[in-house]
């Protein structure tokens, strides 16, 4: 949906309309918070916070707001995403309702642990 690849969060959020602006800075928000020390980076156009490798994604569609926490952060929650359009990878919040702020921050906190645990074990 986005033409241009962004350079970064900011320009990404910016391309949208005002209403999705203000769910994209929530989501942005939610991230950051469950995740203060990941780094905010632009990866295959989209949206990505980064903790030693990439945590989650989000993307806007038409009709949804994606967002990407990897096959083991949607099958680590699968019970309560069932309300949820979900793929392997991926989750469908619909854009015109609120995002489930609770479960994202659940979602990231999860992943945030995943990657510190690979890299602890990378390390040794």
Do not use: W
């Not at 295959?44 to 990439?54: D, G, N, S, T, V």
């Not at 609770?102 to 890299?119: D, H, M, P, S």
């Amino acid at each position: 949906m986005i033409k241009n690849k962004p350079d970064n969060i900011d320009d990404y959020i910016r391309s949208f309309p005002e209403e999705t602006q203000i769910l994209l800075n929530e989501l942005r928000t939610t991230i950051r918070k469950a995740a203060p020390n990941a780094e905010e980076v632009i990866s295959y156009a989209m949206p990505a916070f980064k903790l030693h490798r990439i945590l989650v994604y989000f993307a806007v569609h038409k009709n949804h707001i994606g967002f990407y926490p990897t096959a083991s952060g949607i099958e680590n929650f699968k019970k309560e995403l069932s309300v949820y359009k979900t793929s392997k990878g991926a989750i469908q919040f619909p854009i015109d309702k609120k995002l489930p702020l609770g479960l994202i921050t659940k979602i990231v906190k999860f992943r945030v642990a995943e990657n510190l645990q690979k890299a602890s074990i990378k390390k040794k």
